[in-house]
């Protein structure tokens, strides 16, 4: 069953918060994005799957432009961000981004790394950067761990914090890069929780993910990639629940049922697929 949470029906002439056209992104000679086109709705929670490689964490880091798109247009709430004279600065600040790794200061304390961009990004007062920062350690479960450093933290504690420190920069967008890939299972409970609230709260998010339980239950759209293109999009029930590409029901299969597959059988699939990108 999905989360319940509030969504907005009115009619709105308000541009999108993330809009995707003709997306490409080459590595010299590799060509990881294809073309991707798609849009992101506010409020909306959309879960972006598929197996290594497939240009799933390329295509969320183009979003901030932490990749330059070798063509194409990513707009931000209606801004080209891949225009020259755009202000990236300016964008990135509405912009959330919580990576695999935690990336947080180790002679700060949780509260002082989400003190830190507070102050120099948005010029807050160290009395309102702290009030802020303390407010959303409350938020992700840590309000009392807010004077540990990382290193006395446990790996889902700092995922925690590093939640805590990009809500405390007001983001309009949370982006998640595989925010659980680097935990221990029994640790990453704890952080789905936290974003599994932030979705019912209203707040726009892509999430790459293998976390497919997490997907099917919070995600208003899920969009599965392979070989740098989107084979298939919907919502959940379609997409994990009846996929209708037989790429996508082999990465399904292989992910929520590993111990009944058979070794290789994914890789027809996947040299079709291949096969009719290159005719």
């Given amino acids: 069953m999905s989360t319940v949470r509030e969504t907005t029906t009115e009619p709105?002439?308000?541009?999108?918060?993330?809009?995707?056209?003709?997306?490409?992104?080459?590595?010299?000679?590799?060509?990881?994005?294809?073309?991707?086109?798609?849009?992101?709705?506010?409020g909306e929670v959309v879960c972006v799957i598929g197996p290594s490689g497939s240009g799933k964490s390329t295509l969320l880091r183009c979003v901030n432009l932490l990749?330059?798109?070798?063509?194409?247009?990513?707009f931000i709430d209606g801004e080209d961000i891949t225009d020259p004279d755009c202000d990236i600065d300016h964008v990135?600040?509405?912009?959330?981004?919580?990576?695999?790794?935690f990336n947080?200061?180790?002679?700060?304390?949780?509260l002082e790394n989400c003190m830190l961009a507070q102050r120099t990004v948005l010029k807050r007062s160290a009395q309102e950067a702290r009030a802020t920062a303390q407010a959303n350690l409350d938020k992700v479960g840590l309000g009392d761990r807010g004077d540990s450093h990382p290193a006395k933290l446990s790996g889902g504690q700092q995922q925690r914090v590093a939640i805590a420190r990009a809500l405390s920069m007001d983001p309009e967008l949370m982006l998640f890069d595989e925010p659980t890939s680097a935990l221990d299972p029994e640790l990453v409970g704890d952080v789905l929780a936290v974003m599994r609230q932030l979705a019912t709260e209203g707040m726009t998010m892509m999430v790459?993910?293998?976390?497919?339980?997490?997907a099917r239950e919070v995600a208003d759209r899920v969009i599965f990639m392979d070989g740098g293109v989107i084979v298939e999009e919907g919502p959940p029930a379609q997409v994990i629940g009846a996929p209708q590409h037989e790429r996508t029901r082999t990465f399904l299969q292989r992910v929520l049922d590993p111990t009944n597959t058979r070794a290789g059988a994914e890789d027809a699939a996947h040299a079709a697929r291949h096969a009719d990108e290159e005719g």
């Avoid at 790459?208 to 997490?214: K, L, R, S």
Wanted: hydrophobic share 40%; net charge negative.
């Fill in 12 to 42: 709105t002439t308000e541009a999108p918060p993330v809009e995707i056209r003709g997306l490409h992104k080459s590595f010299g000679e590799l060509e990881v994005l294809k073309g991707i086109d798609t849009t992101v709705q506010r």
């Fill in 67 to 74: 990749e330059q798109p070798t063509s194409g247009q990513v």
């Fill in 92 to 101: 990135r600040a509405r912009l959330g981004m919580v990576f695999q790794q």
């Fill in 104 to 110: 947080l200061f180790p002679h700060l304390s949780a």
């Fill in 208 to 214: 790459v993910t293998h976390e497919m339980a997490f």
